[in-house]
């Protein structure tokens, strides 16, 4: 019993953050409300539903594989500790994604601690990859 147990326990923490990627997000349907150029960025604000009451530890947005920096609050220059959310509709902004003038061809995903076993990533903007564990892959090296 215990041989089994250990033996399914890489299979766990293997199997586990991609199906709770995919089944069980904890935010979903962001909406872009505005979006204004400031060149060499851009100022948006955002609507999104939170379905799950977990802790929110970041967002991380990308460019293809060239991840952007979010101002939460664009007009200070030190940006204060982010807030988590309480569950149900969110509106948001106005955020300022550093280096792009346009949200078309990017996308992200949040990251929260709903549980001690490991970080929950959630797919947030933009075009979802083919492959649900392709960030988390990415981000781990």
């Given amino acids: 019993m215990l041989a089994a147990g250990m033996a399914l326990t890489p299979a766990a923490f293997t199997a586990g953050p991609l199906l709770e990627t995919r089944f069980f997000p904890v935010v979903r349907d962001a909406?872009?409300?505005?979006?204004?150029?400031?060149?060499?960025?851009?100022?948006?604000?955002?609507?999104?539903?939170?379905?799950?009451?977990?802790?929110?530890?970041?967002?991380?947005?990308?460019?293809?594989?060239v991840r952007l920096r979010v101002d939460f609050h664009p007009d200070v220059d030190v940006q204060p500790p982010a807030q988590t959310r309480p569950t149900g509709q969110q509106h948001a902004g106005p955020w300022r994604l550093r280096g792009v003038e346009r949200l078309d061809g990017t996308r992200a995903f949040t990251l929260h601690r709903c549980h001690p076993l490991w970080l929950t990533i959630s797919h947030f903007y933009g075009q979802r990859s083919h492959d649900p564990g392709a960030w988390q892959e990415r981000t781990s090296q």
């Fill in 31 to 65: 909406d872009i409300t505005s979006e204004r150029p400031v060149e060499p960025d851009v100022i948006f604000t955002i609507r999104f539903g939170k379905v799950r009451q977990c802790e929110f530890i970041g967002l991380a947005w990308y460019q293809d594989d």
